[in-house]
């Protein structure tokens, strides 16, 4: 038996339906960007970590500073919405579509959702680069009034239009796994096969055997695709009918737990985002009006309202799957167990009201809202009490298989209880006042999602990529992965939970005399976990490139493009409205450029053929050559294309290996010496204190158009159509 | 129902909250060890009437769990009523003397005024409090870098912001970081109030607990507490 058939055999899903090729190929491409992002938002953490140790400073301590509120900002961001929210949304996407045993409600809706998030979550990398430093919860106004020198409005006005890119991708998300859900037939029937009694010889009725096949078998023939009536779907599907008397509940078709756990993240979510709209939509307001006065209260209170979902939204989905998938590894396979969907009418009522203890020491807010804050911080403890030991006792006794997936998980849930636990402490006013904003909230949001989320949704890579590509992952490397991230993520996060007992608070970029000592330790822990991320992209990546093919092979090229324009066209747009004015000339001929650019996504998504391409490519050049043309002296500008290029020739000597070593130094000391000298003249403004003779966001933008213009041209010489030639054809033809 | 006096009774402190969570962190950890534990038992070869019997008592323990986290979380709610901020305050007997102080947060300074002495009943600004102890200066209002209060009083917060938001956080003891003993948001626009009590005489650090912007860390101060 090959090492990848007896995995299969260990770890094949039910039901037995093939997800479209289409879908896991997005779920495969949501995971390899999630992948990249967390590498880069872990790099800011070792960063963040470096300055306070006093490592790594600059010659302005200010700019020291400001990096460090840069590499917070973004690392909290980039974790949230580029590494685990991406991930559930990919996840999510394969799961919903694999236990309802039906397709997405729309593809197409789904490459959009996963080009918008990637377009935001890039941008909001862009506003970092530019040293915006808000926070990840970019508390209002703060964001207009960084002080004396700090970041620029124009990197706040990226940072929000990074949001809102995100939040449109999320409403995409929900709104795709909502209709998927609740339009036409869906797999259900489950429930029919709870059993709980002895029959009256006293013999088992359970309808799984001690074989792992029948019981799969038996399950997947109970899943069955069937109309639900919309009331007896939306019981279903939020878990209200396991509260029923048994006859009622055996009456009315379950899902599976995991499409569940989906629905009900993404109606939490889709609920949860009008928060974040009316944050946004105050900001720019405030913005564009200096006059207008809002409630920062009330602003402050609708992130809340979005940023406390957005922490559930990054495990229910997980949290459906470990129900599924850790009884099964665990032979204890029960088709319908009530106490498995009773957790979920629970969670989806507190989640949306549980984001008030965030404002326990608002002290102008309402009563009714503390209130509220108070017994839903308490309540929400309930479901997650059930399910820890629900799966507990999957596990208990049981003749469980212990691999990556199942120690994943059961890591998870030791992790999430932690995290449970602190938030328990953090949710009771009276306790709260002695933690709010110190460490110990960090402590608790690590233990919650990296050492909760995360490892779910490790657990889960391990066993969906397997499943679609049909080769395993390394184990033994998959197991320095467990055992790093658990020495170095409950060590750090443990860490920050007892240094905010002691009183040190968060987000002070300078660490005080008396917590000292802690800093190499928080700096060992990190490089302990960042060690561990890499050998699982490193796995994930060498897994993936030993077999995987994608459907389409320019897949990835069409997104590219996607992202690329979007982005391009909006930033056109921002430098109209932040720099520009819509009075001159170039200022609406810019304006229609970035719409026309925004609109180049159509063609793309709907796959309009090459003719489409080439015009959109061809018009980039022309808007990159105008932006040359007038922003630089064309000696200036040929002079580094003659450097670069000469810098990419260096590669032909790696290549070829029968180059001498001299010549290699040679090109090698060459190259530095030119990096250098453009680092030297070209710099961002705000690192070496130059001038750079042009902003960030045209860098931005034109770095952008160049990745359209090489997607297009990829598109246009590989995408098998007929557009360009039925053209010639018919100018042919009317040449004769 | 706990009884709160003072409203620097709140919650069970800081010792407290480093065992409760030991213990839960050490307890958890100890069930999880059980539960791997048992799968390398002997009984784990469950069949036939042993999956029934599993299958009942796995309902029955998650039905008596469900009611005591239930019963724990509804104590819980019951125990923390008092220390909610109205419930906690209104504690304050209506003919107290209050100390008022009334701070101002802005990027990146602390200033307070010493709002002298007033009943609990009267309304929050300070232009309209009965002053029982004369504390002015000759342009009418102490302006401080400092704030001076007697322990045993209760003192009376009243903090705004001139631009973003900020934390109003008072640490345990002069360190530049310790334990905190009280803290609020200063949110831009209102009048941010909490009563406290301080216990003990010294000097206390103040510090800005919400991220305000690059030099937030520089933004300090200090309470001096004397004796009664």
């Given at each position: 038996m090959s090492k990848f058939e007896f995995y299969e055999k260990e770890e094949s899903p039910i039901p037995k339906y093939e997800v479209k090729k289409e879908i896991s190929d997005l779920t495969i491409l949501f995971i390899i960007a999630s992948i990249i992002y967390f590498l880069i938002a872990g790099s800011l953490a070792l960063l963040m970590r470096l300055i306070q140790s006093n490592a790594f400073i600059f010659v302005n301590p200010d700019q020291t500073l400001g990096l460090f509120y840069a590499s917070l900002t973004i690392h909290g961001q980039l974790m949230f919405f580029g590494f685990i929210s991406m991930l559930t949304v990919g996840i999510s996407y394969y799961l919903v579509s694999k236990f309802g045993k039906k397709p997405l409600f729309n593809i197409n809706l789904a490459i959009l959702s996963f080009c918008f998030l990637n377009s935001g979550v890039i941008f909001l990398i862009i506003a970092g680069t530019m040293f915006f430093g808000a926070g990840w919860y970019n508390l209002m106004p703060l964001t207009f009034h960084s002080g004396n020198d700090g970041w620029s409005i124009s990197s706040a006005v990226i940072f929000l239009v990074g949001d809102v890119l995100i939040g449109i991708a999320l409403v995409m998300f929900c709104i795709n796994i909502i209709a998927t859900v609740l339009s036409g037939k869906i797999a259900a029937g489950i429930q029919k096969t709870e059993q709980t009694k002895l029959d009256e010889n006293n013999n088992s009725t359970e309808i799984h055997e001690d074989s792992i096949n029948k019981e799969d078998k038996k399950r997947d023939e109970s899943l069955t695709l069937q109309y639900l009536p919309p009331s007896v779907r939306w019981i279903s599907v939020l878990g209200i009918s396991s509260w029923f008397p048994k006859k009622y509940r055996t009456a009315i078709p379950a899902m599976s737990i995991v499409v569940v756990g989906i629905f009900v993240n993404a109606m939490v979510q889709f609920v949860g985002n009008f928060g974040l709209f009316i944050q946004l939509f105050t900001g720019f307001t405030y913005l564009l009006n200096p006059d207008f006065q809002p409630s920062w209260l009330f602003t402050k209170d609708a992130w809340w309202f979005f940023g406390h979902p957005i922490v559930y939204f990054t495990l229910f989905s997980f949290l459906g799957a470990a129900y599924y998938y850790i009884p099964r590894y665990a032979r204890k396979i029960i088709s319908y167990d009530k106490w498995a969907y009773r957790s979920w009418p629970f969670y989806f009522v507190f989640t949306m009201t549980v984001f008030t203890h965030h404002a326990f020491m608002d002290m102008p807010n309402p009563d009714w809202l503390k209130f509220i804050a108070q017994t839903s911080s308490l309540a929400i403890i309930f479901p997650s009490g059930l399910t820890i030991m629900t799966i507990m006792m999957y596990i208990f006794r049981s003749k469980i298989s212990w691999n990556l997936t199942s120690l994943f998980m059961l890591s998870g849930i030791a992790g999430w209880a932690f995290g449970g636990y602190s938030?328990?402490?953090?949710?009771?006013?009276?306790?709260?006042?002695?933690?709010?904003?110190?460490?110990?909230?960090?402590?608790?949001?690590?233990?919650?999602?990296?050492?909760?989320?995360?490892?779910?949704?490790?657990?889960?890579?391990?066993?969906?990529?397997?499943?679609?590509?049909?080769?395993?992952?390394?184990?033994?490397?998959?197991?320095?992965?467990?055992?790093?991230?658990?020495?170095?993520?409950?060590?750090?996060?443990?860490?920050?939970?007892?240094?905010?007992?002691?009183?040190?608070?968060?987000?002070?970029?300078?660490?005080?005399?008396?917590?000292?000592?802690?800093?190499?330790?928080?700096?060992?822990?990190?490089?302990?976990?960042?060690?561990?991320?890499?050998?699982?992209?490193?796995?994930?990546?060498?897994?993936?490139?030993?077999?995987?093919?994608?459907?389409?092979?320019?897949?990835?090229?069409?997104?590219?493009?996607?992202?690329?324009?979007?982005?391009?066209?909006?930033?056109?747009?921002?430098?109209?409205?932040?720099?520009?004015?819509?009075?001159?000339?170039?200022?609406?001929?810019?304006?229609?450029?970035?719409?026309?650019?925004?609109?180049?996504?159509?063609?793309?998504?709907?796959?309009?053929?090459?003719?489409?391409?080439?015009?959109?490519?061809?018009?980039?050049?022309?808007?990159?050559?105008?932006?040359?043309?007038?922003?630089?002296?064309?000696?200036?500008?040929?002079?580094?294309?003659?450097?670069?290029?000469?810098?990419?020739?260096?590669?032909?000597?790696?290549?070829?290996?029968?180059?001498?070593?001299?010549?290699?130094?040679?090109?090698?000391?060459?190259?530095?010496?030119?990096?250098?000298?453009?680092?030297?003249?070209?710099?961002?403004?705000?690192?070496?204190?130059?001038?750079?003779?042009?902003?960030?966001?045209?860098?931005?933008?034109?770095?952008?158009?160049?990745?359209?213009?090489?997607?297009?041209?990829?598109?246009?010489?590989?995408?098998?159509?007929?557009?360009?030639?039925?053209?010639f054809q018919k100018l042919r033809h009317r040449a004769r | 129902m706990g009884e709160v006096n003072l409203a620097s009774d709140l919650g069970f402190g800081t010792p407290w909250l480093v065992e409760t969570l030991t213990v839960a962190i050490l307890l958890t950890t100890g069930f999880i060890i059980y539960v791997i534990l048992s799968t390398r038992s002997n009984k784990i070869r469950l069949s036939g009437l042993d999956q029934a019997k599993y299958r009942l008592y796995k309902y029955h323990a998650e039905r008596y769990w469900a009611i005591f986290v239930a019963g724990i979380l509804i104590w819980f709610w019951y125990l923390g009523i008092p220390w909610m901020p109205s419930m906690a305050f209104d504690n304050i007997s209506e003919n107290q003397t209050i100390h008022v102080i009334k701070i101002t947060a802005g990027q990146w300074f602390w200033e307070f005024e010493d709002g002298g002495y007033t009943y609990k009943n009267n309304s929050n600004s300070i232009e309209q409090a009965q002053l029982l102890q004369e504390n002015k200066s000759s342009n009418g209002l102490k302006v401080n870098k400092e704030i001076h209060v007697k322990a045993g009083e209760t003192v009376k917060f009243i903090a705004n912001s001139e631009d973003v938001n900020h934390g109003f956080g008072i640490l345990a003891s002069s360190k530049s970081m310790d334990s905190i003993l009280m803290q609020m948001q200063v949110v831009p626009g209102y009048d941010n109030v909490f009563y406290y009590t301080f216990d003990k005489p010294g000097t206390y650090t103040i510090r800005c607990l919400e991220y305000c912007g690059w030099l937030h860390p520089y933004m300090i101060s200090e309470i001096t507490i004397h004796a009664t």
């Open positions: 938030g328990t402490q953090t949710g009771w006013w009276g306790q709260d006042v002695y933690l709010h904003n110190t460490l110990n909230i960090v402590g608790h949001i690590h233990l919650t999602i990296l050492m909760g989320s995360v490892l779910f949704a490790m657990g889960l890579i391990y066993s969906i990529i397997p499943s679609i590509i049909k080769v395993a992952f390394n184990k033994t490397l998959g197991i320095l992965h467990l055992l790093l991230t658990l020495i170095g993520g409950f060590g750090i996060a443990f860490l920050f939970t007892y240094l905010g007992f002691a009183g040190f608070i968060r987000r002070e970029a300078i660490a005080p005399d008396e917590f000292a000592w802690s800093m190499p330790l928080m700096l060992f822990f990190a490089i302990i976990v960042g060690i561990g991320q890499i050998i699982f992209a490193y796995n994930l990546f060498n897994t993936l490139n030993k077999k995987y093919k994608f459907l389409s092979k320019h897949n990835t090229i069409f997104y590219v493009a996607i992202i690329s324009t979007a982005i391009a066209g909006i930033s056109h747009i921002l430098i109209v409205s932040l720099f520009m004015g819509f009075e001159s000339k170039p200022s609406i001929f810019l304006l229609l450029s970035g719409i026309i650019q925004i609109f180049w996504i159509l063609p793309l998504v709907k796959r309009w053929g090459r003719i489409w391409y080439l015009f959109g490519g061809l018009g980039t050049i022309f808007l990159i050559y105008l932006f040359i043309s007038v922003q630089f002296d064309m000696k200036f500008v040929l002079f580094f294309l003659v450097t670069g290029l000469a810098q990419i020739f260096w590669i032909v000597p790696y290549l070829k290996s029968n180059w001498s070593r001299k010549r290699l130094y040679i090109g090698i000391g060459i190259s530095s010496i030119l990096i250098l000298s453009w680092l030297f003249t070209n710099p961002p403004e705000k690192i070496f204190g130059l001038d750079a003779p042009y902003d960030d966001i045209s860098m931005s933008l034109e770095i952008m158009q160049v990745i359209f213009i090489a997607s297009t041209i990829v598109l246009v010489i590989k995408e098998k159509d007929d557009s360009i030639s039925h053209i | -």
